[in-house]
């Protein structure tokens, strides 16, 4: 089985808390937070993995601790609300964290959340994909309210840090050996 740790990023309101609890616990509760974390196990293609999500707190005051969970991370999703243009315009702080933390390129989704809000929209759905390109990711709307994507998203992210994974370790699962022994000499000469 394996294991993944998903830190939830984005701006305060937004549904950070709202999504883990939805796609941990399904149920829907609104509870601001410093940093928290919800565990599942789910099946994703047939296999069980364990997903720890690290829902953290939105506020610049918290801007140090960021570093920390991103630190801790493995794949993130970045969160705006559809309600919400401000929170949609500081996504690139927190995906700025993110590339400024990780060495390697981050695997991530952009969402957008509350998509049951359709009367209260500032944001397109246009404007999230357009963001997502650039960004380089997957994109989704979802709504912690009634459940929408919730679970398609983590099983998406799961999907993608596997994918990533498998590139790495090489198609037998294992790690790939260098082609040259780097204690052998290179060169023989006689």
């Not at 401000?86 to 509350?114: A, Y």
């Amino acid at each position: 089985m394996d294991s993944w740790r998903v830190a939830v990023l984005g701006d305060g309101g937004v549904g950070k808390t709202a999504l883990a609890v939805q796609f941990t616990l399904n149920c829907f509760t609104y509870d601001p937070t410093i940093e928290d974390a919800y565990r599942k196990q789910l099946i994703v293609d047939n296999k069980m993995c364990f997903v720890e999500v690290i829902d953290t707190a939105g506020q610049e005051e918290y801007a140090t601790l960021r570093d920390q969970w991103v630190r801790e991370g493995q794949g993130f999703i970045l969160v705006y609300s559809i309600a919400s243009r401000s929170t949609f315009e500081r996504l690139e702080v927190f995906r700025q964290s993110m590339l400024k933390v990780k060495r390697q390129k981050p695997i991530f989704m952009l969402v957008g959340n509350k998509c049951d809000k359709t009367y209260e929209r500032e944001v397109s759905r246009e404007e999230g994909i357009a963001l997502a390109r650039s960004f380089g990711c997957e994109f989704m709307e979802t709504s912690a309210r009634t459940a929408y994507n919730v679970e398609l998203l983590f099983t998406n992210l799961v999907r993608a840090l596997r994918q990533t994974k498998r590139l790495e370790t090489g198609p037998g699962g294992k790690q790939d050996k260098p082609l040259k022994d780097p204690k052998k000499p290179k060169c023989v000469v006689m």
